[in-house]
Structure formats: C-alpha cells, structure tokens
C-alpha cells in the first residue's frame, strides 16, 4: 500500500483513518523505523482513538515478526510515554495519538530513551525514505509481548514533585473530553482532599461530547458553565491524550497559557530561587517580567515540544511553558505533564488564599490577539516581505518565524510546525493598541496572498 508521504510531520506522524492512517500503512512505516533505529525492545501506548487498536496490532504484528519484544502499556496519555521512556531501558517507545484533532485522525509519536523525541530533524523524515526499500526478512526468532502497568510508578513520580500535604479541599471541575484524561486525572487524584466533579471521563474515541480541543472556544462551554453553576475554584480540561491542560477560573474565564506560564514561574521561583526558565516566543511579555521579579533568569526559545525538550536540557532550566498548554519539568524528564501542571496549580491555590481570578487580574495586563492564522500559498516570502516592512521598529528577532518589537505592542510571524499555516500572534499595552495593529496586520498579510482561516 503506498504511504502518503505528507503523513510524516515535523514532530510526529499524522493523518485521516483509514485513507491516509491505517494499519497497512503503519505495517510499512514500522519496517521503516526498524529499518533506522535496530531496535532490540520497544514499548507501546495508545489512547482511546476508535482506529487505535487495528494500527496497535499492525505495529506490534510487524514487531514481533522481526524478533523485537513489545512491552505494552495500554490505553494511556503520553506522558506516560515520556514516563516510560525516561525510567526503563527500551530503546523505543511507541504512542499511537493525534492529541487534539478530531475523531477520524490518529497518528504515532516516537521517543527514543530519554526520552528523546524523534522529529523531521533526528530521524523522522528518514523513516519516510526508508519505506521505498519495502519490509525486512521475518526473524527466526519471534518476540514477546508483555503487559505492562506502571500506573502506579508515574503517580509515584508525579507525587514526589509536589507538596501533597498543603492541598486544600477546593472545588475542582475536570472535562476530559472523553480523552485520556478519564483515566488518569481519577487515578492521580485518588486519596487527595479535592472536591472533585468530572464531566466526559468515559473514554470514547468517537468525542460524542466534544472534541478535546481546548483551544477552540466552544468546546469549553460546558465546562465554563458548570464551574459557575457550583462555584467552583477552578476548572481542568486537557487535550486529547492529556499532556496538555488549560485552566479555567472561577469566574469562568480560560486562562491564557502565558498567564499559565507567569503563574507557575512564580510558583517554582519562590521555592527555588535563581533558577532558569524557559518560554516560547509566543509567550507574552508579563513572563519574563514575573521571572525577572521572582529572581530567577528567562530565556526565550523557539515553539515547539521537541526544541524546548533540547534546550532543557542544555541549559538544565527547571520549567518550561508554551502559550499552546504544554508545560514542561525538568524533574520530569525535561518533558510535559498535564497531570502534574494540573497538580501544581492546585498546590498554588492552596498555599495562596487568593481566588484563581485575583491572580489571573494581576498577571493578565496585556491584551492579545490570540493566534490568528492564514493559508499562505508563499510563506517564506510573506515572511521576508514583513521582515521588510517594519523598517522603525525598536527590535527584530528570529527565535522563531519573525517578532517584530514597537514600545506600545509587539507581534510574531511564523510557519505552522503541523499545518501548512501561518500563525499572527500580536499583544498590545491597551484594547485599542491590539485592535488597530492586528486589523493592520490582517491586512498586510492579506495583501501578501494570505487568506484568512
């Protein structure tokens, strides 16, 4: 069966079961892998996506058939990938998910010991190559597929992060989404103080209740509204395999993930102080400002898991946010967990006093955009025409795309990392800053082709 190669992304595999996802095709991409990375033993996770089992079978068929032992943690988030890759000596480990997309995507995220993402730029894109050579001889020797359930063990580890005794009972609204955060937020939760009310927690592929994708407005209206009907302190919801979570307050009101960022900068800084921390360059400015307060020493790095995982690790900073809901530790592998944002937050809130809103008023004081994106036929040369085009700005850098800096606002240009987009991102120092400048960029970008999705 031929591979669409346009499945192979930046930092994952992705695509639509079963005309570009299925298991036929992950056969071929799995020799592929094995092909490039001679692996002796692998583990493998998937979450509740209703195709998840025929490419679960598919890969561990080719697997075994190639004498490679299968350790298997089942249906699972992909934090415990992440888990399993920085605790146990496979040389893989597998995660069938498409995180926040609807239900007719499914993909596959690889991690090598670590963990170590496997991206466009260690490997993935010589996976896509190496299908031209067709599947490897069958080994003489079957492997062996072994259950595996570390449930136990990553709650453990997650625990230890936090302080467990300061929880207080708060009033706390979890919305899985009917993703995987149905299985882990009850198991990590369990024995804690919190007064805990749960919406979507079954595990259903299908999303009968809405996708879980935090990100678009609409899919947080039930939780909003529960939060309100209760009082609730605050509200959780995370994406589809729960390594990302967003906030809600208990106004009701999404947290941006830059607020996010500010609030637990502030948190780890006044626990240890001096530490580095990392920020994407979408983050807003109140983040290198709450990091310069607090004392501790800000980097700004390019978007995205992979980037943020290396340069973790070469700097040993000690969290990492991005304004996308993924929030990093380097206690955690250098890696993100949305159970334990979730955790730390509410360890925040019980040694504060203070409502989840009067410490979002006092973080939230740039108005934003949000991200508004465009299908541009030519996005290096819409990106180089707004290099250009800002010849009086005080600053201009390339962390990632182009920000270009003014005294009263700044913006972002960049390329989609997982779609063919490009992404505006502009924050301003008042309402009707942001209203002009983003209506100008609009209209710049506009007139260089792009059309506005």
Known sequence: MAVDPSIFKDYDIRGTYPDKINGPVFAEITHAIVRKFQPKAVAICRDMRLSGGEIRDAIVGVLTSLGIDVFDAGLNGTEMQYFIAGTKPYDLVFMISASHNPPEYNGL???????????????????????????????????????????????????SLIDIGGFKPLSVVVDAGNGMAGKLVPYAFNGLPFRLTTMYMSLDGSFPNHVPNPLIESNTADLKKKILEIGADVGLTFDGDADRVFLVDDKGRMVSGTVTTALLARYILQKHPGELILYNAIC???????????????????VGHSYIKTYMRETNAIFAGEHSGHYYFREFFAAESGVLTALMVLSLLSGEGRKLSQL??????????????????????????????????????????????YKEYWFNVRASKTEPLLRLNVEADNKEILEAKSKELVAKIESLGGKRK
């Open 109 to 159: 995220k690889l991690v090598k010991k670590g963990p170590i993402a496997v991206t466009s730029d260690s490997g993935m894109y010589e996976v896509r190559d190496l299908i031209a050579l067709g599947p490897l001889p069958a080994s003489q020797t079957q492997g062996k597929v072994t259950s595996i359930d570390l449930m136990g063990e990553w709650k453990a580890k997650i625990s």
């Open 284 to 302: 807003g400015r109140i983040v290198p400002q709450i990091i310069e307060k607090y004392g501790g020493r800000s980097k700004r790095v390019r």
């Open 360 to 405: 979002v008023d006092e973080l939230d004081v740039y108005p934003a955009s949000g991200e508004i994106n465009f299908v541009v036929s030519d996005i290096p040369a819409a990106i180089a025409a707004i290099k250009t085009g800002f010849p009086y700005a005080i600053a201009l850098d390339e962390v990632d795309g182009i920000s270009v800096w």
